[in-house]
């Protein structure tokens, strides 16, 4: 469930470009996640992510964090980065302490890994919303709603209980609420100013046809792949003339390291019916010239192999037949 946000398959449906022209990111958030092995060893990954970008990384050794962009910090001040980080690394070492200390009355099993995000969102009318929960083994544990701990369905009694015991931490609960309604919304926006040449950038998408794995006899898995696109929202189907083609599957939207996207379209066909078919490409970055791909059947490779070779056998019995006529003619004596 956490990360659900990276699973997310934004397919940008036509006409559905957003209002504002805004493209790209628009909220930051911070995830934890602490792996407890045994009853000795734990450790603890934190990052932070502008939507499903990735600007901060956190060295757990040194208790620092990593800046990932030259304008990750967007505008807080050194001091303000250094009193996070010390934050930050105070919380991650007592979180994996009081954990520790009770084992026992959550009833909790080694191994087990706890997942915490926390961040905030612009919303389209300008304001910004915060939001906290935590997971434990992967399902939804508690929740933050308006400085109050909410215990997830799933995560039961020991949800509550937990959230019975957070509550009792009032330092805790006002410095989360401040780093989550003060200083959130201000670092959001300003780094997402810091880094808008990034963030609000276009990167064409490029495109190319393969055949899969076969389906079945008398059947082609037809694949169009298009990488290198940002930003993510990318529209791909596989097409007859001007009729999309509904069997069309997507694959996940996959992330490369440098900030792009990679996104695999399938169509499932009978061999006689691949001819005709093309795959269409819509992206931001193409400003409506969309990439148009037609599926070449196999036959058409043969036919040009057959078109370079006849002129050649061609040529080459003219040849033979020149140089046998001239032996001919010199025989005559
Ligand atoms: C705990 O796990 C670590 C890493 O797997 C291992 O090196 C260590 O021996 C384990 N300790 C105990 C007490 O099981
Ligand atoms: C949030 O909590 C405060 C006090 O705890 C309360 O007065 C307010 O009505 C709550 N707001 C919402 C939207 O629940
Ligand atoms: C940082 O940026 C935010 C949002 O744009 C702004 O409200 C704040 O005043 C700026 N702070 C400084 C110190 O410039």
């Not at 934190?46 to 990593?66: E, F, R």
């Not at 934050?87 to 099993?109: D, T």
């Amino acid at each position: 469930m956490l990360l659900l946000p990276f699973q997310l398959l934004t397919i940008l449906l036509p006409g559905a470009d957003s209002e504002d022209g805004f493209q790209g990111p628009s909220s930051y958030h911070v995830i934890q996640i602490s792996s407890f092995v045994n009853s000795t060893w734990a450790k603890n990954e934190g990052s932070g992510w502008l939507d499903d970008l990735q600007i901060h990384g956190w060295d757990s050794d040194s208790g620092t964090a990593i800046f990932l962009k030259p304008w990750s910090k967007g505008n807080l001040s050194d001091e303000e980065v250094t009193e996070v980080e010390e934050l930050f690394r105070v919380y991650l070492f007592g979180f994996i302490q009081e954990i520790q200390a009770r084992i026992n009355e959550f009833q909790l099993e080694y191994p087990f890994e706890i997942q915490g995000i926390a961040g905030c969102k612009l919303l389209p009318g300008g304001s910004v919303t915060s939001f906290l929960s935590g997971g434990v083994g992967g399902l939804d544990f508690l929740s933050f709603d308006n400085n109050t701990c909410v215990p997830s369905p799933e995560g039961g009694s020991r949800a509550q209980q937990a959230c019975t015991l957070i509550m009792e931490y009032q330092g805790i609960i006002d410095t989360g609420t401040k780093l989550l309604y003060e200083t959130c919304p201000r670092y959001l926006l300003s780094v997402l100013n810091a880094g808008k040449a990034e963030l609000q950038r276009q990167a064409k998408p490029k495109a190319w046809l393969s055949s899969g794995p076969s389906p079945g006899p008398g059947r082609l898995l037809l694949v169009c792949h298009v990488s290198g696109f940002y930003p993510k929202p990318v529209w791909v189907m596989w097409m007859r003339g001007e009729q999309e083609q509904p069997g069309t599957q997507h694959s996940d939207l996959l992330p490369s390291a440098d900030w792009t996207w990679y996104l695999r379209a399938t169509l499932d066909v009978a061999s006689g019916e691949a001819a005709g078919l093309s795959c269409q490409v819509k992206h931001s970055s193409l400003e409506g010239r969309d990439i148009v791909l037609h599926w070449g059947p196999p036959i058409s490779i043969a036919l040009i192999c057959l078109a370079i070779l006849v002129p050649s056998i061609i040529l080459l019995l003219c040849v033979a037949l020149w140089h046998i006529k001239r032996r001919s003619y010199q025989d005559i004596p």
